[in-house]
């Protein structure tokens, strides 16, 4: 393990330090609170219309596979995360109108958003294809069970994702569940859930009380996911871009050392954010292994490979991550905090793979997304994280949003690629096997 700090903690924190610099625009004050109020509700959607709001009903086009053929997988052993974007003319499954639960600040379409190009892309995995989604596949193999989304906004953005995907076949339900959002889908008993926890582990944000840190307990896992854990059938963890944020850590109990944090009048040492998210990571992992122990049902863990954001010059003018197509292959290289990141997150689901050989029923995947999102700088709201931003003209100071993904859009690729995993664990009948 990477013990010293690598010289990129620093480059990456001035260079790369875009996502939090938007937060400059809001009060620091109120901050926590919007930032909390759009995580768990969307702007538009209040606690009681959430309970009783009605989907519009939209006929699924046909699935590439029959319904009976939901074990069918093109090739096993397909490479998912290797390959390109190519044009389709068949667009997406849902949009901002038959889907009412998107987050308005995703809702790039109903933000006036002019172009559209960007959601007539489908990945093609070099080795085979990538099934188009297919709810009622989806639904079927997550009968009777609980898929959980645990990690920061961009696992919020991928669970939004899913959840309009498969309400154009189903409605869920919301249910209420303190601290996460649970819905559930009657048609099939599944239930999805998104657990806000953007360290895994414990820890504040710095947004939170107004403090200009964050502070982190790498050793102990985020008890608001970790008690429901033993109930859930698949956990996809989804962190990493609120590690790069001036931090002190924690390992039991004590002071481990900081993320720049002089400049706060704290005499800690530097231990850069790599080393601390993996331990972080690390600690979730064994956590998940840990609790195995004498339990019957069988669980799925899938770590999500960080997700580059598009800040291309000032973030906070009109051209930032306004690029309209995706890049070709080759013409843009992923960058050295995101290769760092991946690398760890793949290292750290290979060393939970070996503990776990001892345990029953526990099964660790990467859905390493890293290098087919770098590839879609086309893919975020921008200015459309705002409804039409430039109706009267273009302002001196745009707010961008370059880290999120544009709902419909290209994260929507991601759940593809997840029910592609799923229905190859249901073939192999390790997990998912319908009893
Ligand atoms: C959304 O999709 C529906 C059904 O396919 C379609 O009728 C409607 O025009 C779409 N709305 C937008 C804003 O694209
Ligand atoms: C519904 O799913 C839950 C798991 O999410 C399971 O515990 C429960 O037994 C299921 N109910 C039925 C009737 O199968
Ligand atoms: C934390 O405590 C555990 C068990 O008590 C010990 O193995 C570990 O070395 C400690 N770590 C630090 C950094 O003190
Ligand atoms: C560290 O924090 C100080 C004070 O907030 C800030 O001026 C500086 O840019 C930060 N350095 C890095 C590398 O983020
Ligand atoms: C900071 O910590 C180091 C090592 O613990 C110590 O030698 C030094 O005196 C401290 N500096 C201040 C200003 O407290």
């Known amino acids: 393990m990477k013990t010293t700090t690598s010289k990129y903690d620093s480059v990456s924190l001035s260079k790369t330090f875009h996502p939090y610099t938007l937060h400059l625009l809001l009060p620091i004050a109120l901050l926590p609170i919007v930032l909390l109020c759009l995580y768990l509700y969307p702007l538009y959607l209040t606690k009681s219309q959430a309970k009783e709001h009605h989907y519009a009903n939209v006929s699924p086009p046909p699935p590439s596979h029959s319904v009976n053929d939901i074990h069918k997988v093109d090739d096993p052993s397909c490479d998912y995360f290797n390959g390109k974007w190519i044009h389709d003319k068949t667009g997406p499954l849902y949009n901002g109108t038959t889907c009412v639960t998107i987050k308005e600040s995703h809702n ?4 006036g958003r002019p172009d559209s190009n960007y959601l007539y892309y489908r990945w093609k995995p070099t080795q085979c294809n990538l099934p188009r989604f297919e709810p009622n596949t989806f639904l ?51 239930t999805l859930s998104v657990y806000w926890s953007p360290f895994l582990v414990q820890g504040n944000e710095r947004s939170k009380l107004g403090s200009s840190l964050n502070t982190i307990h790498l050793d102990r896992v985020n008890g608001k996911w970790e008690k429901d854990m033993d109930g859930m059938d698949l956990i996809l963890l989804s962190f990493g871009n609120w590690f790069n944020v001036p931090s002190v850590y924690y390992e039991n109990g004590s002071v481990l050392g900081c993320l720049n944090c002089s400049g706060y009048g704290l005499n800690h040492t530097e231990v850069g954010f790599y080393v601390p998210l993996r331990k972080a990571l690390r600690a979730s992992l064994n956590r998940i292994i840990e609790r195995r122990v004498g339990k019957k049902n069988e669980i799925g863990v899938i770590v999500r490979t960080f997700s580059p954001s598009h800040f291309d010059g000032d973030w906070d003018k009109a051209g930032t991550c306004s690029k309209k197509e995706p890049y070709e292959n080759g013409e843009k290289e ?34 390493d997304v890293t290098e087919l999102a770098s590839l879609r700088p086309d893919g975020h709201p921008g200015a459309y994280m705002n409804p039409f931003p430039f109706e009267n003209g273009v302002p001196e100071r745009v707010q961008n949003d370059c880290v999120h993904w544009c709902l419909p859009g290209a994260i929507d690729t991601w759940n593809e690629i997840l029910l592609e995993m799923m229905r190859k664990w249901d073939l192999e009948g390790q997990e998912w096997s319908e009893l």
């Open 108 to 111: 790039c379409i109903t933000h």
């Open 140 to 190: 079927q193999l997550s009968k009777n069970k609980h898929i959980s989304f645990v990690g920061d906004s961009i696992a919020r953005n991928q669970f939004d994702s899913l959840l309009c995907m498969l309400s154009s076949l189903s409605k869920p339900r919301p249910v209420h569940h303190k601290g996460s959002r649970w819905w559930h889908f009657e048609s099939h008993n599944a």
């Open 334 to 367: 992923i960058g050295e905090m995101e290769s760092e990141i991946r690398r760890i997150e793949i290292e750290e689901v290979e060393n939970a793979k070996v503990k776990a050989k001892e345990f029953e029923g526990v099964r660790f995947e990467v859905l």
